[in-house]
């Protein structure tokens, strides 16, 4: 079984950071690229971020661009996303995302293009 668990969440204060992280099991994550989303209530699910398998290609939505970071270490078969500067906006339930892929630089901000899925993390920034 094909398995991807987000931790890392949690209460912080605006301008705090969090570190979000996506384990993977039942599988080698270097076999595919990652994506980060997030769900807030009443809204579509958004794309955050995404990486590519060889980690060189890295995508960003403008509302997080030079706050957030995605990185991976496929040795420990886990993908991060290093969030920084945190916004009430922000808040959300946050979603890691595989799709398997022969390419070493492809990668995508768009949902329906993933096949796993975590259950998600909360990340709520509130004073």
């Known amino acids: 079984q094909l398995h991807l668990v987000e931790s890392g969440g949690g209460l912080v204060q605006p301008g705090g950071s969090l570190r979000l992280s996506c384990a993977a099991s039942?599988?080698?994550?270097?076999?595919?690229?990652i994506g980060w989303f997030r769900q807030a209530p009443g809204k579509e699910r958004e794309g955050v971020s995404c990486?590519?398998?060889?980690?060189?290609?890295?995508k960003y939505a403008d509302a997080v661009k030079g706050r957030f970071t995605i990185s991976r270490d496929n040795a420990k078969n886990t993908v991060y996303l290093q969030m920084n500067s945190l916004k009430p906006e922000d808040t959300a339930v946050y979603y890691c995302a595989a799709r398997r892929s022969e390419y070493w630089t492809l990668t995508s901000m768009s949902p329906e293009m993933y096949d796993y899925w975590g259950q998600g993390t909360q990340v709520t920034v509130s004073s």
């Open positions: 990486i590519s398998r060889s980690g060189a290609i890295t």
């Open positions: 039942g599988f080698t994550l270097d076999s595919y690229y």
